[in-house]
């Protein structure tokens, strides 16, 4: 995988727009560029999407949250997570239409191919979550925290981020 990959490239790879990479971390950008050009090889056109915007869709679409409840859910930075690193973010899958435009689709095959390319390169698919699924969240767990709980691990990238250290090295 290619180190230096910033974040025009992401962009330019499938049009995504700039402002959906503001919370990400630069260090996942080469992992990013990897899944949506595996993806493209296996017809699947995505474009990444603010983990905020994805969890906000899925609490109001299958948890019947209201858009102010779903608003909340996802701006409390009381607990960290991955988010908080710049580590996850999200996909909408789209295709081309007759008139070249691409257009978004909701289908949940395409969902967990896209899943299974993601975990095939080292993120995590929240398609896979027991408790609540959604088919458009991938996080990326630092290959230094494979052995630690999930604790350990926030507190060591808080760390690493406080320290203005590379969180995944």
């Known amino acids: 995988?290619?180190?230096?990959?910033?974040?025009?490239?992401?962009?330019?790879?499938?049009?995504?727009e700039e402002a959906e990479l503001d919370n990400l971390s630069p260090e996942i950008l080469p992992t990013i560029k990897t899944l949506i050009d595996l993806c493209a090889a296996q017809g699947l056109f995505i474009k990444i999407k603010n983990r905020s915007t994805v969890i906000r869709r899925c609490l109001m679409s299958d948890l019947d949250f209201d858009i102010t409840a779903a608003y909340e859910a996802t701006e409390?930075?009381?607990?960290?997570?991955?988010?908080?690193?710049?580590?996850?973010?999200?996909?909408?899958i789209y295709e081309s239409s007759a008139f070249g435009k691409l257009k978004y689709v909701d289908h949940k095959a395409l969902y967990d191919k896209a899943g299974?390319?993601?975990?095939?390169?080292?993120?995590?698919?929240?398609?896979?979550?027991?408790?609540?699924?959604?088919?458009?969240?991938?996080?990326?767990?630092?290959?230094?925290?494979?052995?630690?709980?999930?604790?350990e691990m926030m507190n060591e990238l808080y760390r690493r981020k406080d320290a203005k250290l590379g969180l995944l090295a």
Not at 1 to 16: K, L
Not at 78 to 92: D, E, R, V
Not at 122 to 150: C, I
């Open 76 to 92: 409390s930075l009381t607990n960290l997570a991955y988010h908080n690193f710049g580590l996850a973010f999200g996909i909408a």
């Open 1 to 16: 995988m290619n180190d230096q990959v910033d974040r025009t490239t992401v962009v330019d790879a499938i049009s995504t």
């Open 116 to 151: 299974k390319i993601g975990e095939a390169i080292g993120l995590t698919w929240a398609g896979n979550h027991p408790f609540l699924s959604n088919l458009r969240y991938f996080e990326l767990r630092p290959q230094w925290a494979k052995q630690m709980n999930d604790k």
